[in-house]
Nanobody, 127 residues
Framework: QVQLVESGGGLVQAGGSLRLSCAASGRTFVGNAMGWFRQAPGKERECASAISWSGGSTYYADSVKGRFTISRDNAKSTVYLEMSSLKPEDTAVYYC????????????????????WGQGTQVTVSS
C-alpha cells in the first residue's frame, strides 16, 4: 500500500494561484502515472491533470489547459499541480491519485485506472 499526503489547498480569489503538492510514501513505485482529480458538489470526479512517470506524457482537461501545470519529482516521490488564473468553476475537492500499474502510451485520465488516493484537499476560488 501507499499513502498520499496532499498540501497546498485553500481559499483564493479569482485570478489567483495555488500550488498543490502530493507526496507518496510506503511502497516504492517505478514507471507509474500520477494525477490530480477534482470533484465539485453534485458532479462526478474528473481528471484535471495527469503525468506519466517520466513526465513525457501529460494530460490536461480542456477547462484547465494553459492555466494548470503538472510536474513531478520522482526522487521525492512527489507530484505538483501549479494552478494559475483560477476561476470560481475550479472550486472543488482535489484528489491526488497513483496508478500502481505501469502503462505505455498516453497517460490515463480515467479514475478507474488509479488505485491509490489522497484524502482530498479543498480548493475554493471566490469571485
Amino acid at each position: 500500500q501507499v499513502q498520499l499526503v496532499e498540501s497546498g489547498g485553500g481559499l483564493v480569489q479569482a485570478g489567483g494561484s495555488l500550488r498543490l503538492s502530493c507526496a507518496a510514501s510506503g511502497r516504492t513505485f517505478v514507471g507509474n502515472a500520477m494525477g490530480w482529480f477534482r470533484q465539485a458538489p453534485g458532479k462526478e470526479r474528473e481528471c484535471a491533470s495527469a503525468i506519466s512517470w517520466s513526465g513525457g506524457s501529460t494530460y490536461y482537461a480542456d477547462s484547465v489547459k494553459g492555466r494548470f501545470t503538472i510536474s513531478r519529482d520522482n526522487a521525492k516521490s512527489t507530484v505538483y499541480l501549479e494552478m494559475s488564473s483560477l476561476k470560481p468553476e475550479d472550486t472543488a475537492v482535489y484528489y491526488c491519485a497513483l496508478d500502481r500499474t505501469p502503462r505505455f502510451g498516453s497517460v490515463g485520465y480515467r479514475a478507474i485506472e488509479y488505485d491509490y488516493w489522497g484524502q482530498g484537499t479543498q480548493v475554493t476560488v471566490s469571485s
